[in-house]
């Protein structure tokens, strides 16, 4: 049985033909030993059929189907054309090799070619793609190397431009930002606390907040004008009036020296970048909360977004986090504490970066590794739909959630927990109704929008119509009356006009009175006639 391999290259299709396999027995040290050698490698595979890609863009879409197993139509039609046909009812007397197993069994499904992948084939492409260039006439040298590499940057340009609004990166870079700003404004506050301090040392027993103790030291400056006028500020600040008059009072009796107009210009200076810094990671914070809702939400909800962040950081990337076992998700963290347990041969760390979760410091003593175990599982559960789902909710965290809820309590109380599959269902039912709510709700502002515009639509049409109403077509006379003013009403422009309009004018109004007249003895005679028929009836 013939052998024919498909080699898909960065330049175009190639099908190549390998002869002697019964001689060779299908070894695989015989061909791997073969590959290195053309002049062996070139008598056992031939080529037989090439087909180039049109362009770029098609090369790429090409390698976009061929990664993800499926086969286009060119890459059909090549083969249909390429190997020999094989008459209905009968087997084919050949098989075609090919690299990935996917692909294979689409195109046997699709055409009904035999195909094969093993170790062997493998061998057969690997030693193809070393001579590739080789085998094909009128190919300069450099010209695969750079189709190769123009395919490889547009084919990895395409697979980071998937969804910008899921990308987990953003994510990994806030989480590090968050982290390096709280080690920052806290070193930065101790700094501000110490260098006011040489003023006015009794500020920092009245006030243990950060950011309020630098809002202090720029409002207050020197703490000799610190007077009653300023308690209304103190106020603002502070929210505590009590303690606002403490602060007033310490500065009267305060032991701290006094410093120059410089050093507390620079002191002002310093509290105000403090405190934008602090502003800054508070703005930082709700933007990693906006984000963790849209890149993992149900993890978010499960865990909170900040601990989520930083497994997904920690991980690489939500897909990576998703591809870990639970096992491996309750350690993570901890990579140290572990390697050192298992040389050592001591116990091994029974959580990583899950402990700062809520769930662990609740939990007793006894229990924190059993729970660490469970809110593992829990967490690689939702990682896993937030990486692989489409639609984005978050019924299952907060599912996954309320079995977290009722495992604590089934640890402290031993209130029975509900079964795993009861939970799920109720998950499922409850984003399908939030999906449908979604629809209706989408539906309802469609037709809504829709009767506005016709609402609008017959409200210009009536203005039409009254505009139309009220330039003329409503107010044609209808009496005789009406008619003789409109005709005087035209004489009297005519006569403004001229003589010659005059004239014309003249005329008309004699040619409309003897229509009048006319009119008005056709009227005499009908109503004499009607007259005569009703007295002859009479004497009838």
Excluded at 16 to 33: K, L, P, W
Excluded at 333 to 358: C, D, M, Q, V
Aim: aromatic residues 6%; contains cysteine; charged residues 30%.
């Amino acid at each position: 049985m013939a052998l024919y391999l498909l080699f898909e290259s960065s330049s175009g299709y190639g099908l190549f033909v390998a002869h002697g396999i019964d001689e060779i027995g299908q070894n695989t040290e015989a061909v791997r030993n073969s590959v290195t050698d053309l002049n062996r490698f070139g008598k056992v595979v031939k080529l037989t059929a090439f087909n180039p890609f049109e362009s770029a863009l098609d090369a790429l879409n090409q390698q976009n189907a061929v990664s993800e197993g499926q086969m286009t139509d060119e890459l059909r039609n090549f083969l249909e054309v390429s190997l020999p046909k094989v008459k209905e009812g009968k087997k084919a007397k050949y098989s075609l090799g090919v690299a990935d197993p996917k692909i294979g069994s689409h195109i046997q499904e699709e055409t009904k070619i035999p195909c094969q992948s093993n170790e062997f084939v493998s061998e057969l492409i690997r030693g193809v793609r070393m001579h590739f260039d080789k085998f094909i006439d009128n190919l300069k040298a450099g010209d695969l190397e750079k189709a190769q590499l123009g395919l490889a940057h547009s084919y990895s340009r395409a697979k980071v431009k998937f969804n910008v609004n899921r990308v987990d990166n953003m994510v990994i870079q806030a989480i590090f930002l968050l982290d390096t700003l709280d080690k920052d404004v806290n070193s930065f506050s101790m700094r501000v606390r110490e260098w006011y301090s040489w003023h006015f040392p009794e500020l920092v027993k009245i006030v243990n907040d950060n950011y309020l103790y630098a809002k202090l030291a720029k409002y207050i400056e020197d703490k000799s004008e610190l007077s009653e006028d300023k308690l209304e500020g103190l106020i603002e600040i502070l929210g505590d009036e009590d303690k606002a008059k403490e602060v007033i009072e310490a500065a009267k009796a305060s032991m701290g020296q006094d410093l120059s107009p410089i050093d507390l210009i620079n002191v002002k200076m310093f509290a105000q970048r403090v405190m934008d810094l602090a502003e800054y990671r508070k703005k930082l914070y709700d933007y990693l909360v906006s984000k963790m809702s849209d890149i993992a939400p149900n993890l978010a909800a499960l865990i909170g977004e900040v601990v989520g962040a930083r497994l997904i950081s920690h991980a690489g990337s939500l897909t990576n986090l998703a591809k870990c076992p639970s096992s491996t998700l309750q350690i993570l963290g901890a990579e140290k504490a572990l390697f050192r347990a298992l040389k050592t041969k001591g116990n091994t760390p029974k959580y990583g970066l899950i402990f700062h979760s809520s769930f662990i410091g609740r939990a007793s003593a006894k229990n924190k590794g059993r729970m660490a175990r469970y809110l593992a599982n829990k967490c690689s559960i939702a990682s896993r739909i937030d990486c692989f789902s489409e639609s984005s909710t978050t019924s299952f965290g907060d599912k996954l959630r309320e079995q977290v809820e009722e495992r604590l309590d089934f640890y402290d109380k031993g209130v029975a927990p509900r079964k795993n599959i009861e939970v799920m269902k109720a998950a499922m039912e409850h984003a399908a109704n939030e999906e449908m709510d979604v629809d209706n709700s989408t539906e309802k502002s469609s037709k809504k929008s829709k009767k506005m515009k016709s609402k609008d639509d017959d409200e210009v049409k009536a203005d039409d119509k009254e505009n139309a109403a009220t330039n003329g077509d409503a107010a044609e006379p209808k009496s005789g009356k009406k008619k003789k003013k409109r005709a005087l009403e035209e004489e009297t422009k005519a006569t403004e006009n001229g003589k010659e309009n005059g004239a014309n004018a003249e005329n008309g109004t004699e040619k409309k009175k003897k229509k009048s007249k006319d009119v008005e003895m056709e009227d005499v005679a009908a109503v004499s006639e009607g007259k005569k028929k009703k007295k002859k009836k009479s004497t009838d």
